[in-house]
């Protein structure tokens, strides 16, 4: 079945550690990353907003740490564990010299003060305007997102930028659109009193290149339609895989993993016909249900087939994929939301390529990265 390399916890999981009360001091250390700038973040994971880079040597002080994303590719130690610096802000455990004694772990008091913006972070001001019930922050933007805090009538807003999610009536407007806070959180822009309009979170799309090219595949069956290979999109834009295909450790890995929060839209990657919209999930178990690395299965998936004998397939959907099967499907039309049902421990897309289908199978699946980068949809 197809593996989850993610061991993460969510970012929140230090946050349910009771404070533990008295206010230990920093510890210094030193950034070790000789080949790159290392990214200091918004959270506990990559996937959380870059608010700054810091050069090899330089010094920092932590004040204490979370578990988040396991980083491997780290200098100095494999670990999950996040060094909190002392302005809120996020750096990987994983690249970082300090002395042998851990820093303690952080208290739910310091997990929900506000994370440090980027200086000079261009972010668009707002205001909570929910009345008298306070605006949910969540991971995504959904309601079925995880939620983060309540912000009470009133308060400020640092809106980094905007995403379509869902779909919400409130009281300053009805939209789809979501605000992301400097934090990295998520508030439905339909309680935000704000000015001008936050900028999109995700890049300008890239112009169709002129004629993409078919991947190589074999001669196609005899009298089958063979129709031009079509326009390619990222499924999360916005957000990238990391490599993951085949690996040596995980060699039944045949997709990547997009790392993302519940609730984020999956678009179709190309214009296709939907084959499956299924739950896939060992007996027992429900893909209604967040997942986890026991679990196995791929949760709810939809299966698509493209032209030129092309599938793409995209699992641990939140829930049952918003088309049906036979369902003819644009590029970038949304089919379903992010999720970690089935056989997941953190809500992201895996996501596959197969070639000379149907029918799809583990031997004619290829590696999404440099497909999708061929097709003029880098995702990694
Ligand atoms: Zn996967």
Redesign the pocket.
């Known amino acids: 079945m197809?593996?989850?390399?993610f061991v993460v916890a969510g970012l929140l999981t230090a946050a349910l550690v009771p404070p533990s009360g008295a206010q230990a001091a920093s510890v210094g250390a030193t950034v070790v990353s000789p080949k790159r700038p290392l990214n200091v973040r918004a959270g506990a994971a990559v996937w959380t907003r870059s608010l700054r880079t810091l050069p090899n040597g330089t010094a920092v002080a932590i004040e204490c740490q979370v578990k988040g994303q396991l980083i491997d590719q780290g200098p100095v130690r494999v670990t999950d564990q996040w060094d909190r610096l002392t302005d809120g802000s996020f750096i990987s455990d994983a690249w970082v010299r300090r002395p042998q004694a851990a820093p303690p772990p952080c208290t739910a008091e310091q997990l929900t003060a506000a994370p440090a913006a980027a200086p000079g972070a261009p972010t668009t001001a707002g205001t909570v305007a929910s009345g008298a019930i306070p605006l949910k922050t969540r991971g995504g933007p959904a309601r079925s997102a995880i939620l983060y805090a309540g912000l009470p009538n009133g308060t400020p807003l640092n809106i980094a930028c905007q995403v379509q999610g869902e779909q919400i009536t409130g009281t300053m407007r009805a939209t789809a659109m979501w605000d992301r806070l400097d934090s990295g959180a998520y508030v439905s822009d339909a309680y935000v009193n704000r000015g001008a309009t936050p900028p999109s979170c995700t890049a300008p799309a890239a112009a169709p290149p002129a004629a993409a090219p078919a991947p190589a595949a074999a001669p196609q069956t005899a009298g089958a339609p063979v129709a031009e290979a079509g326009r390619w999109v990222s499924p999360l834009p916005g957000f990238s895989a990391r490599p993951?295909f085949r690996t040596p450790t995980n060699p039944n890995?045949v997709?990547?993993?997009i790392m993302s929060f519940v609730g984020t839209p999956i678009h179709a990657a190309s214009a296709g016909t939907v084959l499956e919209v299924v739950c896939n999930i060992e007996a027992g178990h429900s893909c209604d249900q967040t997942g986890s690395a026991s679990v196995g299965g791929c949760g709810w998936y939809v299966k698509i087939q493209h032209a030129g004998g092309i599938s793409t397939l995209y699992?641990h959907m939140v829930r049952k994929g918003v088309v049906k099967p036979g369902q003819k499907v644009a590029a970038g039309q949304v089919i379903g939301y992010v999720g970690s049902s089935g056989n997941s421990s953190a809500p992201h897309l895996?996501f596959e390529v197969h070639v000379n289908t149907p029918p799809t199978s583990p031997g004619n699946a290829i590696d999404p990265l440099p497909f999708m980068r061929t097709h003029g949809a880098p995702i990694g």
């Open positions: 197809r593996k989850t390399i993951g890995h997709g990547v993993d699992c895996h």
